[in-house]
């Protein structure tokens, strides 16, 4: 069974950099992106961006300019890192995992996201 | 960016009720099309992707339809467990989501 755990810090100052960890259990990294998400309080869902097995990215671009999103697959594990962070970036931050079913001309290959992490409150605060 | 708008936002409805939630794309999403159910503090559980087709251990009373630009989940009888809020996502050019469909008791 696949399981996804997250972790990082959960509060932090302005521009401060925010670091997350997914530990991925049970499951293969290769044919897959894995994705972070994120939920502001009592909002709704914002994809922030993915990346494969062999490391290659997509970011959503209205976050391109501070996101980098890398993964060490010999720890079984992918990371988010967020800079600059302002009040606005609070939310609620996810990990998740998306099936490769297709590669596009521009060689996107969007997903939908069949496994999640529990999810990381950060709160951004002065 | 392709924005997707779900309607109703709130849904007031009893136990054993047919339920029809509405997702539509601002451009043509093909049929790249999921969606979601979160209960408050969880994290979102896949119910259906490729607009129709069932995720794996998904009640059959979940089912969606619909391609380009309008789709939706049905719920042919809403069970005390479904009372939780719905998202509709697309993934014809990276991922978009809709703002979310709360199903409430009447």
């Known amino acids: 069974q696949v399981q996804l755990q997250q972790w990082g810090a959960g509060l932090l100052k302005p521009p401060e950099t925010l670091s997350l960890i997914c530990a991925v259990y049970?499951?293969?990294?290769?044919?897959?992106?894995w994705s972070w998400i994120r939920q502001p309080p009592g909002k709704g869902l914002e994809w922030i961006g993915d990346?494969?097995?062999?490391?290659?990215?997509n970011y959503n671009p209205s976050l391109k300019s501070r996101v980098t999103i890398s993964i060490d697959t010999s720890k079984n594990h992918f990371s988010l890192n967020l800079s600059s962070v302002t009040a606005a970036d609070t939310a609620v931050y996810y990990c998740?995992?998306?099936?490769?079913?297709?590669?596009?001309?521009?060689?996107?290959?969007?997903?939908?996201?069949?496994?999640w992490g529990q999810g990381t409150l950060v709160t951004v605060s002065s | 960016d392709i924005q997707m708008t779900q309607s109703p936002s709130t849904l007031s409805t009893s136990v054993g009720d047919r339920v029809t939630i509405t997702c539509r794309a601002s451009?043509?999403?093909?049929?790249?099309l999921a969606w979601y159910q979160q209960k408050p503090g969880k994290a979102p559980k896949l119910l259906i992707y490729?607009?129709?087709t069932l995720y794996s251990g998904v009640p059959s009373r979940f089912s969606g339809s619909g391609s380009g630009t309008e789709f939706t989940l049905t719920i042919s009888s809403l069970q005390p467990d479904d009372f939780a809020i719905y998202y509709c996502?697309?993934?014809?050019?990276?991922?978009?989501f809709g703002q979310g469909t709360k199903v409430e008791i009447k």
């Open positions: 998740a995992r998306g099936p490769v079913s297709r590669i596009t001309i521009s060689g996107v290959a969007p997903v939908y996201f069949d496994y």
């Open positions: 451009q043509s999403v093909g049929s790249w």
């Open positions: 049970g499951g293969s990294f290769n044919g897959y992106y």
């Open positions: 990346i494969n097995h062999s490391g290659s990215t």
């Open positions: 490729k607009a129709s």
């Open positions: 996502q697309q993934y014809n050019t990276y991922s978009t």
